[in-house]
Structure formats: C-alpha cells, structure tokens
Nanobody, 126 residues
Framework: VQLQASGGGLAQAGGSLRLSCAQS????????VGWFRQSPGKERELVAAISRTGEKKHYAESVKGRFTISRANSQNTVWLQMSGLKPEDTAVYYCASKASNADYYLLFSSHEYAFWGQGTLVTVSS
C-alpha cells in the first residue's frame, strides 16, 4: 500500500486549499483514513479522520467548521478541503490509512495507522 498526498502550497489567511490523498494497493474501500499535521517543534496531531464508508467523520476542535474530509472509494482518494485558513494551520500535512474491520470505525492515534503518505506542506500567510 502506498499513499500519495498532494495539494499543499501557499495560501493567504482566510483562503482555501484542497489536499488529496491517493492510495494504491489494497482494497481502499476497507481502509479508514486520517489526515495529520506537524509543524516545527510540535507533535504530530490528528486533523480529521474518516471511516471506510465515509459515513463517520471526526475533526480536531481547532479545525471544526473550517475543514471537511471526504472520500471516493471508486477513485481510491480522500480529500481534505480547508477553508478559512489561519497562520496556525501552517504545517506539513500527512495522510495515513489502515484496513478496518468495521464500516464506522475511526482511528484517532497516529500509532494506529499502518501506512503513511510523504506529506505536503501548507503555508498560510497573515
């Protein structure tokens, strides 16, 4: 299984970006997926998670109402739509996945995920 994250870049505060995470290998419809981020000097934190069917979602409090996670199993892809960006959203964003046994299963800890993408840098200027 390989994950390819893309879509990062430079945005102004209040702007939007959409990150993509494409998985190759494995039956993607069986995988729960999460987006994490890490900025210098900080631990990696969960931003959003989505169950394998897409019906269950979870967001960090800091991004609720601004970010939306979604997926299309037919395209082996998960997206993170980021709006209302703030300078504190600046970080390297990683997607991660793991095969799940339940349609509504969410994974919250980085230690629970088996596969990771390479990261994509998001920079938000004030």
């Amino acid at each position: 299984v390989q994950l390819q994250a893309s879509g990062g870049g430079l945005a102004q505060a209040g702007g939007s970006l959409r990150l993509s995470c494409a998985q190759s290998g494995g039956a993607f419809r069986r995988y729960a997926v999460g987006w994490f981020r890490q900025s210098p000097g900080k631990e990696r934190e969960l931003v959003a998670a989505i169950s394998r069917t897409g019906e269950k979602k979870h967001y960090a409090e800091s991004v609720k109402g601004r970010f939306t996670i979604s997926r299309a199993n037919s395209q082996n892809t998960v997206w993170l739509q980021m709006s209302g960006l703030k300078p504190e959203d600046t970080a390297v964003y990683y997607c991660a996945s793991k095969a799940s046994n339940a349609d509504y299963y969410l994974l919250f800890s980085s230690h629970e995920y088996a596969f990771w993408g390479q990261g994509t840098l998001v920079t938000v200027s004030s």
